[in-house]
C-alpha cells in the first residue's frame, strides 16, 4: 500500500471535491454518532468508567515491562508459544517460517489494524500465500484494492450500488445493491475459504496478564472461524495491548462497543488461554506475536506515551471535523484522525508525517469522546512545536505570526493596526487571501471593534 | 444494598437478549421436544447437530424429526453441512443477554458458529447478574471462554444491519 501522510493537504483537498464520498461519509458518521448517545447515556457512570480505564491503561503502560513479562510466562505455560518482534519485517518472517513450516496455502485474516500497519496481508500474497481478509468491510476493501478508511468501519466511504458493482465485477455474481444480499454473497464466497484454510490470523483487543489470556472481539464471527477452523492461529499484536487482570474487561466490555460501533455489546467476544485439545476444533497450535514497531518510541517520551492507552475504538475519528469532511484516506496513513495524527509521527517520526499534527482545529472533540481520556489536542499541540523547531514551517508564516505577537503585546500598537485596517477596508481596499478565501467566504471586519462599542455601552448607561 | 433475585436477572438477561435480536423461550423439560420441534417446521430444518447432553435431554432429542441428526464424534465438513445447531452453555449474563460457552471436551465453538440457527437449552441455575461475578466464577479456569450476545451481525454496507453474517442469523434460547 502507498502511505502519503506527507501529501495530507492535496490529499484532503481531493475528498474535500469528491461529492460522493462526502455523502456516504456524513450518512454512516452521523447515524454512529447518534446511536451512540443513547447507548451512552444509559450509563449513569460513564465518566467514572472512562477514568478508571484510564487508570488501568496508564497504570499498566507504566509497568509494560514487568506485565508483558507476566502475559509471556503465563501464556506460555498454557501452551501458548509468545514471539516478541521489534519491527515490522521481524514480525512477518516469524510469520512465513510458522506459514512455511506446515506448508501452508491459505489464509483466513480477520480485523487486525496491526497486520494492516507491517503489511502482512500484501507479504504473504508475495510469498505465494493466498491471504483473505474475512471481516466484511475490510473484504470489501481488499476486492476494491483500497485502504480501510475508518478502523471499525472500513468500508465507510462506499454506498451500497459501489459495493454492488464491485462484487458484480470481481466476484462474478449478478449486479444487487441490497445489503442483506450482498451479505450472503460474501458468506457463501468467505465460508469456502475458512473451510479450507490451514492458517488463521488475527489481531487482539486485550492480552490479559494474570491469565496469559488473548481477547477478541467482534460482530461477525469471522474473527471466531478464523481461530476455530485452521490448524494455526496467530495472533498479532502491539505490546501496548496488554492489562493486568481479567477483571479488568468488565469496564472495558462496557466502553469498547458503545464507543467503537454505538453498540452496548458486540456480538462475540473470545477469550482464548489455550490450544484446543479436542477435535473436530482447532487451533492445534497458538502463536503470539508481540509487536513493538517504534512503540518504545511512545514510552520513552513523558509527553507521547498516553497515546499508548488508545484502544482504536475510533470514536475520535467520527467526531473530529476535520475527518468528518475529509475521510481516513486523506490522511494517507494507517491510524487515522486525531489519533493516528498523534500515532504516525510519534511511531515513525515526525518527518514522516509532519502535516498530520496540523491537521486539526483543536476543538477537543477527540479528547471529549475518547473512551480512555487520552488528551489528543495537547499531544497535538505538543508535536507541532517539535514540528515548528525542526523548521517545518514556512518564513512568511513565521514573520506573521512574529508581527502578531508584537502587536498583541502592545495594546496601542493592536488599536493603531485595527483602525488602519478598517480605513482600508471602508476604502474597499481589502487584503486578498486567495487560497484561504476560494473556497469560503472572507470574514468581514466588523464596523466597530469590540471595544469602541463597549465604551460606547458603558457611556450609555452611565 | 437491594438483593436482587433469580427471577429479576432473568427478567434482565430476557430483556437485553431479545434487544440484540435473541428468541426466548420459557419452557419445562417436557416442553423441549415440542418447542425444537416447531422451530424445526418454521426454520425449514433438515440436519442438526447435537451436543452431548448429560441428561434426559439427550434422550429426548434423539427422537426429533429431521433428515439428519449427526453427534459425537463428527467432523467440521459434517458441520458445514448442517442448517442448526442445539448445545446447552455455560452461564448467562443477565447486563448484557449475554450467553458463555466453556469449551470442554463436548463443547465446541465450531458448532457455535457455523450453523445458521443455533439452539441452546439452559436452566435457571446459569444466571449471574454481570461480568464481574461471572470471571469470579471461573478465576481464569478454562481453556477458552466463548461469549454470544444475539446472532451475528454486520453494519459494514451503509450502516445497515444484517444478521448472520458469518455466524447465526437467529439465536434460539430454552430456559428451563
Ligand atoms: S484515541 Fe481514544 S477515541 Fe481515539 S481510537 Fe483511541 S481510544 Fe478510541
Redesign the interface.
Known sequence: MNYTPLKFKENALKALRNTNLRKNLTRAISHTLSKRVEVVSELPNWEDLRQRAHDIKKHTIENLSHYLELFEKRATENGIKVLRAKDASEAKNYVLQIARKINAKLCVKSKSMVTEEIGLREFLEENGIETVETDLGEFIVQLAGEMPSHITAPAMHKSRDEIGKLFSEKLGVEYTNEPEKLTSIAREFLRHKFLNADLGISGANFLIAETGSVVIVENEGNAGLSTTLPKIHIVITGIEKVIPRLADLTVFFKILGRSATAQRFTSYVSIINAPKKSKPDSPEEIYVILLDNGRTNLLKSEKLKQALYCIKCGACMLACPIYQRVGGHAYGSIYLGPIGSVLTPAQFGLDKATPLPFASSLCGKCYEICPVKIEIPHLLVWLRSQAVNSGFTSRFEKLIFKLWLIGMKNHKLYKFGSKFLRYFYKLGIKPKFKKWSSERAFPELAEKSFKEIWEKLKETEA | MKVVGETDLIERFKF?FE??GGIFIETTSQGIFNNISSIITTENIARVFIEKFENEIDDILKNLSVTQIITQ?????Q??QIDASITGCDFLVAE???IVFI????R???S???PRIHIIIADRGKICS???EL??KTA?K???????????????????I?P?????QKVYLLLI
Do not use: C
Not at chain 2, 454470544?148 to 451503509?158: F, H, L, N, Q
Not at chain 2, 448472520?164 to 447465526?168: A, R
Open positions: 437485553e434487544r440484540v464424534p463428527h467432523s467440521i465438513e458441520l458445514a448484557t443477554g449475554t469449551h470442554k471436551e463436548n465446541f465453538k465450531s457455535i458458529l457455523l454481570t461480568f464481574e470471571f469470579a481464569g478454562f481453556d477458552s471462554i466463548f461469549m454470544v450476545t444475539g446472532p451475528s451481525r454486520t453494519a459494514d454496507i451503509e450502516k445497515v444484517v448472520g453474517v458469518h455466524g447465526p
